[in-house]
């Protein structure tokens, strides 16, 4: 089971990940999406396609861009379509 937290609140947590390029992509079903402010930040990978972010705000903490998804990938990335991933201090075991 990987499970996200940040300021010691579960993010998401899933049986189900896909693992890629060392991330965890989380199904959107496992993700508490009641921490999670749509951004406008957006960043391109040649294989993956266009990533769209998340701000993640816990307990009026924030943490700027710190989720990411694949809302409509390249084919050989279909498998994570709409799945989160986390950085910035985002802590995943």
Known sequence: MATATWQGRVLASSDD????????????????????QPSQSHTFCPWK????????????????????????PKPEAAQIKDYVAFWRGVDVA
């Open 49 to 72: 396609g266009t990533a769209s972010y998340y701000t993640v705000v816990v307990d009026g903490e924030t943490n700027e861009d710190a989720a990411w998804y694949y809302p409509d």
């Open 17 to 36: 990940t896909v693992i890629v390029e060392g991330n965890h992509y989380f199904p959107p079903d496992s993700v508490h999406t009641e921490f999670f």
